[in-house]
């Protein structure tokens, strides 16, 4: 079964440990990150925000709940998110940009 993504009103930029930014503009975008690049064991915070993230694409729970999970599991992990403008219709931020 495909679960469809859950986009974001606004986009998040997070900055990475290693200086790098990367946006996130969906939850699914957020799940992936938390189960398969994250920097850390998995705290209580980074638990939380992979359960409401799946929750969210599940549609059982509100994107922006998932989103605030997500940015305070990136402060746990001391990588500052930031809010970013929406883009113009039809297109899509890269990887690092």
């Known amino acids: 079964m495909t679960i469809r993504d859950v986009p974001?009103?606004?986009p998040l930029q997070v900055t990475?440990?290693?200086?790098?930014?990367?946006?996130?503009s969906s939850v699914y975008e957020a799940l992936d990150f938390l189960e398969h690049e994250w920097p850390l064991k998995r705290g209580e915070r980074c638990?939380?925000?992979a359960a409401s993230c799946t929750r969210a694409l599940n549609r059982m729970?509100?994107?922006a709940v998932a989103?605030?999970?997500f940015v305070a599991a990136c402060l746990e992990a001391?990588?500052?998110a930031v809010?970013?403008?929406?883009?113009?219709?039809?297109?899509t931020r890269q990887h690092g940009s």
């Open 61 to 63: 729970t509100p994107a």
């Open 83 to 91: 809010m970013r403008a929406p883009l113009p219709h039809g297109r």
């Open 67 to 69: 989103r605030e999970d």
């Open 47 to 49: 638990q939380r925000a």
């Open 16 to 24: 990475l440990r290693s200086g790098l930014q990367r946006t996130f």
């Open 78 to 80: 001391q990588m500052p």
């Open 8 to 10: 974001w009103t606004l």
